[in-house]
């Protein structure tokens, strides 16, 4: 048993005082009776700290040196240590515009780690970003190996390893994206628009066809033109949800700001898309395959293209908190409730809630995270 006492505790909608009793990998009691605990309970006193539900990161290559397209349990559990030092108990491994060979490989240790579990945050299973991306949108992945939307092509990439894909990135645009968005979108796999030189128009039909979400958002995708409303219209003009990789890199934070008061806090993401390089020094990295420059807080291919971040969400997190002026609580949904429905376990995860599973994070004002705990074990203490 886990006492967490004294803590300013992060829920949806307001932020209070209390206590919380962890038992048998869930959160079993807010506000628990003292007379009820017994003798041999760990005890973390959160004086002066918040707790908050474990951030989700759905859009994640790589951190610590290791890549998601290694295509090794070992690179994804290392990624899964180094992470959780950072705040995130659960993410997506997301895989690059690479052969199909090597998509499946990395697809196929994703499935491992989801179903065996990591030393670190939970892998909820794989987003794979491309290869059914546009050749004009392409951002850091290869060019090489971009394929044309197909059902086909799409069951080679993951071979038998289907239930554990939760989302994909393409391009709406290209023939044979509607088929493929028809078919996941029954398969209740999530089709994201992205890396893609839709018009409105096209983008839209994306979503008529079953598009939910759209792939960090004003990053590789047709602008906001007062004439020409482009995908960054659409996804302002819909219902759909959004990430945003708020580094004050990717995105300036007046448009950050723009776009959380047009879309609501209820339909963005907090994302990294962090790299290799997430949590390393400054240097020279590779991201699926491309050599990338780390410098000064940015990770770059050797033609200047943004290549990843090396963000990470609790960095995120301070950054819209600093840079905003939204209450705390409606920032730290971005990062865990968001993900959670996101990646359809918002009835177990992303919330500060009896009965849900115990992945929570004790921060301080500044967002340091003091203690990571995954599935009621604490995996991090600072």
Request: charged share 20%; net charge neutral.
């Given at each position: 048993m886990l006492l967490i006492k004294n803590c300013n505790m992060i829920f949806l909608d307001k932020i209070k005082k209390g206590s919380i009793l962890v038992e048998n990998g869930k959160i079993s009691k807010i506000n628990p009776s003292t007379e009820s605990l017994v003798n041999d309970i760990t005890t973390i006193d959160g004086d002066g700290l918040y707790l908050s539900p474990g951030f989700i990161d759905v859009h994640i290559h790589g951190a610590g040196?290791?890549?998601?397209?290694?295509?090794?349990?070992?690179?994804?559990?290392?990624?899964?240590?180094?992470?959780?030092?950072?705040?995130?108990?659960?993410?997506?491994?997301?895989?690059?515009?690479?052969?199909?060979?090597?998509?499946?490989?990395?697809?196929?240790?994703?499935?491992?780690?989801?179903?065996?579990?990591?030393?670190?945050?939970?892998?909820?299973?794989?987003?794979?970003?491309?290869?059914?991306?546009?050749?004009?949108?392409?951002?850091?992945?290869?060019?090489?190996?971009?394929e044309k939307p197909s059902i086909e092509t799409f069951k080679k990439m993951v071979g038998n390893n289907e239930d554990a894909v939760v989302s994909l990135t393409l391009a709406p645009e290209i023939e044979g994206a509607?088929?493929?968005?028809?078919?996941?979108?029954?398969?209740?796999?999530?089709?994201?628009?992205?890396?893609?030189?839709?018009?409105?128009?096209?983008?839209?039909?994306?979503?008529?066809?079953?598009?939910?979400?759209?792939?960090?958002?004003?990053?590789?995708?047709?602008?906001?033109?007062?004439?020409?409303?482009?995908?960054?219209?659409?996804?302002?003009?819909?219902?759909?949800?959004?990430?945003?990789?708020?580094?004050?890199?990717?995105?300036?934070?007046?448009?950050?700001?723009?776009?959380?008061?047009?879309?609501?806090?209820?339909?963005?993401?907090?994302?990294?898309?962090?790299?290799?390089?997430?949590?390393?020094?400054?240097?020279?990295?590779?991201?699926?395959?491309?050599?990338?420059?780390?410098?000064?807080?940015?990770?770059?291919?050797?033609?200047?293209?943004?290549a990843g971040s090396v963000?990470?969400?609790?960095?995120?997190?301070?950054?819209?908190?600093?840079?905003?002026?939204y209450p705390l609580y409606e920032i730290v949904k971005m990062a865990t409730y968001n993900g959670a429905k996101h990646c359809k376990v918002d009835d177990r995860k992303g919330l500060i809630k009896e009965g849900y599973d115990a992945d929570l994070v004790v921060f301080d004002e500044d967002i340091n995270i003091k203690t990571v705990i995954v599935n009621g074990k604490i995996v991090h203490q600072k």
């Open positions: 040196g290791y890549d998601t397209m290694d295509g090794t349990y070992e690179s994804i559990n290392n990624i899964a240590k180094t992470i959780v030092k950072n705040g995130t108990t659960s993410f997506l491994p997301t895989t690059m515009t690479v052969s199909i060979p090597e998509i499946l490989q990395s697809v196929s240790a994703i499935a491992e780690a989801k179903k065996n579990g990591t030393d670190g945050a939970n892998v909820l299973g794989a987003h794979l970003e491309g290869p059914f991306i546009s050749p004009d949108a392409i951002g850091a992945q290869n060019p090489k190996y971009i509607k088929e493929l968005i028809e078919y996941l979108s029954n398969k209740n796999i999530l089709c994201s628009i992205g890396h893609t030189k839709a018009t409105y128009n096209q983008a839209m039909d994306g979503i008529k066809w079953g598009a939910r979400h759209a792939t960090h958002l004003f990053n590789a995708m047709t602008p906001l033109h007062h004439r020409n409303p482009g995908v960054v219209g659409a996804v302002f003009d819909s219902d759909i949800t959004t990430e945003t990789i708020s580094d004050g890199i990717h995105i300036s934070y007046p448009v950050l700001r723009t776009s959380y008061k047009i879309k609501g806090t209820d339909k963005v993401l907090l994302i990294t898309d962090a790299m290799m390089a997430c949590c390393m020094p400054d240097g020279e990295y590779s991201l699926g395959g491309q050599i990338v420059i780390v410098k000064d807080g940015a990770a770059r291919l050797k033609t200047g293209s943004l963000l990470t969400l609790n960095k995120a997190i301070k950054n819209i908190y600093e840079n905003t002026n």
